[in-house]
């Protein structure tokens, strides 16, 4: 596994973002997945949305999404991750939501770079690998 997307990530390409899209097509199927926690985040979203046309298409996305992508289970080597992340980021005063721990727990414990726009948060995090594909490449 080399890269692991955020939510905003996997949102992008629920949306049809050309620019995801297009790096998401230049790497290997198998270099790309999706920890359970932006899955519970991606389902949590769409079911907050109201019966219509666009909660139905982001479930088709999202069946799409999730037949796909291979999903990255939460294993002991996360939960130890996760826990050394956010002591981490509590003594610097500096925390985070608990699902970007998570998923940087994840990143961390595959040795995967995470896909975000969300620089803000999880640069925060020593040893990250962050990139963001909605941004063009250099």
Known sequence: MKYLLDTN???????????????LRSVPREDV?????????????????????????????????????????????????????KASLERAGERIEDFDVAIAAHALATDATVV????????????LRVEDWGRPRP
């Open 9 to 23: 990530a996997a949102s992008a390409i629920m949306k049809g973002d050309p620019r995801v899209l297009e790096r």
């Open 33 to 85: 997945g999706l920890p359970q926690p932006v899955a519970a985040e991606l389902a949590y979203g769409i079911e907050r949305l109201s019966a219509s046309r666009r909660q139905e298409h982001l479930q088709a996305r999202f069946a799409l999404i999730l037949q796909e992508i291979p999903r990255i289970s939460w294993d002991d080597n996360v939960s130890r991750r996760f826990g050394a992340i």
């Open 116 to 127: 975000t726009a969300n620089f803000s948060h999880l640069g925060r995090i020593r040893g």
